[in-house]
C-alpha cells in the first residue's frame, strides 16, 4: 500500500470522513490515514465501475468473448484506465489491485470447492493480472510498484507481449463501435440509502463523481443508444452489476463501505497507531479536515 497525499478529482481527499461509520474506526484513524483511506475507496469504486462499462460494451455491441467474461472485462477495464495516462488513474490502478490482495488477505473463510466454480477468477489472481497489465503497459512507472510485490522480472517481460496483445484485440472489436463525436445521453442516479451510516458513503461516491467519471468515459466516443442509467444504490449486499434489460449499471454502497473496512483491517494489521497524542486526536483531525473541506469549497 501507498502513502497518498494529494487532491483527487478536485476535492481535498479524506475531508468526508468527519463522521465516523459503524464499519470503520474512521474518528480514530490519523489525517494521513483518512486520506489514504479516501484514495483507496474511491479508486476501487472507480476500477470496479469500468469493470462494469465493460460488460455494458459487450452487451450493447454484442461484442464477442472468448472465454469468461468477467476475465475479458477485468482485461479491458485496466486497458481503457492505463491508456488514458493519467496519473490519477494509474494510482487508482494500484489501489484496485491492493483491494483484491486485501480482499484475499483478510478473507474470512479458507477457500472451498464453490470458489472454483464461480464466473470470476480469484482474487488474488486478479490483483496478479492487474499488475502484469500495468508491467505491460509501462514497466518503467510501475516498477516500484511490481518490486513491491517480488513480482518476477521473467514474467514482466511476458506481460509486455500480454499486454499488446490485449489493446490491440480490444481496440480492434471496439473500432466499428466508435465514432469521432458521438454522444450518448446517460442518466445518472444517486439514489438516498435510506439508512445514516450507509448514506455517509453514498455522498462520499457522489461527491467523487464516480458516475459522472462513467458518464463522461464511456458517453462520448461510442456509437451506445441514449438512456442508459448508471445508479448509486443501497442493494443489500456488497455488489456492482450491469443489468441488460434495464440497461443500467449499479453501484451498491455496500461495496464502498466494504473497501472502508478493508482497509481499515489493513491499518489494524500494521499495527499503526491510529490516535496516540493529543495532536493527532480525533477531533483534532476532524478540526483538520473540515478546515481543507473550507478550502476546497465542500463544506462549511
Not at 33 to 52: C, D, K, S, T
Not at 80 to 105: H, K, P
Not at 246 to 252: D, L, S
Request: proline share 2%; charged share 30%; aromatic share 12%.
Amino acid at each position: 500500500m501507498r502513502r497518498l497525499t494529494r487532491c483527487f478529482l478536485g476535492l481535498c481527499a479524506g475531508f468526508l470522513l468527519l463522521a465516523a461509520p459503524a464499519q470503520t474506526r474512521a474518528e480514530e484513524w490519523t489525517e494521513e490515514q483518512a486520506l489514504e483511506a479516501y484514495h483507496f475507496v474511491i479508486n476501487n469504486a472507480i476500477f470496479i465501475m469500468f469493470h462494469e462499462a465493460g460488460h455494458m460494451l459487450v452487451s450493447e455491441f454484442n461484442l464477442p468473448v472468448l472465454g469468461r467474461e468477467e476475465d475479458a472485462v477485468d482485461a479491458l477495464s485496466s486497458v481503457l484506465l492505463l491508456e488514458a495516462d493519467t496519473v490519477e488513474l494509474d494510482v487508482a490502478m494500484q489501489d484496485a489491485a491492493d483491494g483484491w490482495f486485501l480482499t484475499d488477505d483478510f478473507r474470512e473463510t479458507d477457500l472451498d470447492e464453490s470458489d472454483f466454480f464461480g464466473t470470476h477468477g480469484l482474487d488474488r489472481q486478479r490483483a496478479y493480472q492487474m499488475v502484469c497489465m500495468m508491467t505491460g503497459h509501462d514497466p518503467d512507472y510501475f516498477d516500484e510498484f511490481a518490486d513491491s510485490l517480488d513480482f518476477p522480472e521473467d514474467r514482466r517481460e511476458e506481460c509486455a507481449w500480454e499486454y499488446q496483445q490485449t489493446r490491440e484485440s480490444w481496440f480492434s472489436l471496439l473500432a466499428e463501435n466508435m465514432e469521432e463525436g458521438a454522444k450518448t445521453k446517460m442518466i445518472v442516479n444517486y439514489e438516498p440509502a435510506g439508512d445514516p451510516d450507509l448514506q455517509f458513503f453514498a455522498d462520499l461516491l457522489k461527491q467523487a463523481e464516480v458516475l459522472e467519471m462513467i458518464e463522461t468515459v464511456f458517453g462520448t466516443g461510442y456509437k451506445l443508444e441514449d438512456g442508459i442509467r448508471l445508479s448509486g444504490r443501497a442493494c443489500g449486499e456488497e455488489n456492482a452489476f450491469w443489468d441488460p434489460n434495464a440497461r443500467e449499471i449499479i453501484y451498491c454502497y455496500e461495496l464502498l463501505a466494504y473497501h472502508a473496512g478493508l482497509i481499515d483491517e489493513w491499518f489494524k494489521s500494521q499495527g499503526e497507531e491510529t490516535a496516540t497524542n493529543d495532536a493527532d486526536s480525533a477531533s483534532e483531525i476532524k478540526t483538520r479536515l473540515k478546515g481543507a473541506a473550507v478550502q476546497a469549497g465542500m463544506g462549511k
